[in-house]
T-cell receptor, first 114, second 113 residues
């Protein structure tokens, strides 16, 4: 069974204080790992897809990296507007149905204080 | 305008009632999904549809049914609502093909008393 564990559950940072969020996964052959941002009262917003170990993607203050067992979302010099819940999801190369649904972690709630 | 629209945004109802949540999209995607989100449990897949004639059960389909009325419309029904179906419900869409990201609506907050 595919599993995704995100840590920490919650993180409070001061503006400008860089940190990393972790997504550990167990999957029967990784087809893709996805990062999403979710604001209160909104649906998840797609950020990145990572396909293979060693891959990195960047967007503004965010950088996502991938190893064979985990992914990190690095946040450099965060601003208050980066406050949100960050979700990680994996897609297996094959599942019981052959349809490759996503398995989500429960997220990390990030709060950046001015 | 939102690409993935869910209605209603909020709903309070009583145990035993039949409820329908609707999702429409203007993204032109073939694939549509219904998830529920509960605190501490993340998003869990209820049903998904890869085209109008293709409906598949997800991880937690018991107590739910769906209808794909058109490429752009996918509705979720609770035939006889129960309190543990109180949750946030999200519709998502994606293009066909591997590794395509899913795009989500803003959700329906459903409370069953």
């Amino acid at each position: 069974e595919d599993q995704v564990t995100q840590s920490p559950e919650a993180l409070r940072l001061q503006e400008g204080e860089s940190s990393s969020l972790n997504c550990s996964y167990t999957v029967s052959g990784l087809r893709g790992l996805f990062w999403y941002r979710q604001d209160p009262g909104k649906g998840p917003e797609f950020l990145f897809t990572l396909y293979s170990a060693g891959e990195e993607k960047e967007k503004e203050r965010l950088k996502a990296t991938l190893t064979k067992k985990e992914s990190f979302l690095h946040i450099t010099a965060p601003k208050p507007e980066d406050s949100a819940t960050y979700l990680c999801a994996v897609q297996a190369s094959s599942d019981r149905t052959g349809r490759r649904a996503l398995t989500f972690g429960s997220g990390t709630r990030l709060q950046v204080q001015p | 305008d939102a690409d993935v629209t869910q209605t209603p945004r909020n709903r309070i109802t009583k145990t035993g009632k039949r409820i329908m949540l609707e999702c429409s999209q203007t993204k032109g995607h073939d694939r549509m999904y219904w998830y529920r989100q509960d605190p501490g449990l993340g998003l869990r897949l209820i049903y998904y549809s890869f085209d109008v004639k293709d409906i598949n059960k997800g991880e937690i389909s018991d107590g739910y049914s769906v209808s794909r009325q058109a490429q752009a419309k996918f509705s979720l029904s609770l035939e006889s609502a129960i309190p543990n179906q109180t949750a946030l419900y999200f519709c998502a869409t994606s293009n066909a093909g591997g590794n395509q990201p899913q795009h989500f609506g803003d959700g329906t907050r459903l409370s069953i008393l």
